[in-house]
């Protein structure tokens, strides 16, 4: 495996994985408050026995830049960010994979750029707008006050929301080893605005509407 690291000029990290049988670049676009160690390793190793796979920070994540004014996160911002790190490794076309708000900026780039994008995998995301579905009083009331007295006890306090009992057990090590890797560059509280900030802002149902391809294909599967 070999890694290469490096920033655009705008101050967005990146990461290229590959293998002597890596081909095509794959994009992959992290979510809410998340910067591109959050992709376990070992998806990404797995991945890059067939793909390049880029991961980056998004701003106001891990060692990109964090502009302090909430107004300089937009999904648009966000999509451009995303140009200028494949626009800096020299990819001509990409497969690209975003995951929860990385849907939102991975929609956007394909609107922006649909001559670069080979294939688009929405994972777990929104088109925002009129799809947007608010979480219930009780879900952002937990979200915002997370209950714990140390910083994995505070992580694992978002995921009780998300999982029941017996499967938090179950994938309590893979959590434990994203946040393993990304601990050391926690989100700060201005990227945390921002990307609240992009993420409500972001209107793309007409994106959705818009994109062509040969053959539309709809699966959705939990790997856990």
């Known amino acids: 495996m070999t890694d290469i690291e490096g920033k655009t000029a705008s101050g967005i990290y990146f990461r290229q994985s590959s293998t002597p049988d890596s081909r095509d670049a794959l994009v ?3 979510g809410y408050a998340g910067s591109g160690r959050i992709w376990p390793r ?3 190793d797995k991945l890059a026995q067939k793909y390049t796979v880029i991961t980056y920070d998004n701003r106001g994540t891990g060692f990109s ?3 302090q004014d909430p107004q300089e996160y937009t999904i648009k911002k966000m999509s451009d960010d995303l140009d200028a790190v494949v626009d800096q490794l020299g990819i001509r076309q990409l497969h690209l994979l975003g995951y929860s708000m990385g849907s939102c900026i991975a929609l ?3 609107h922006d750029h649909a001559a670069k994008v080979k294939t688009l995998f929405l994972l777990s995301g929104t088109a ?3 799809l947007y579905v608010e979480p219930s009083g009780e879900i952002s009331a937990a979200l915002a006050h997370p209950q714990g007295d140390t910083l994995w006890e505070l992580y694992m306090s978002s995921f009780r929301l998300m ?3 017996e499967t938090l057990k179950r994938v309590e090590p893979q959590l434990r080893e994203i946040f393993e890797a990304s601990k050391d560059t926690p989100t700060t509280a ?3 605005l921002g990307h609240s900030n992009a993420f409500g802002r972001f209107d793309g149902p007409a994106f959705l509407v818009g994109l062509k391809c040969r053959r539309p294909y709809w699966r959705a599967r939990m790997i856990v």
């Open 128 to 130: 925002g707008g009129a």
């Open 163 to 165: 999982y029941s009992p």
């Open 108 to 110: 956007q780039y394909a």
């Open 42 to 44: 070992g998806f990404v």
């Open 190 to 192: 201005a990227g945390l």
């Open 65 to 67: 830049i964090v502009p």
């Open 28 to 30: 992959l676009v992290m």
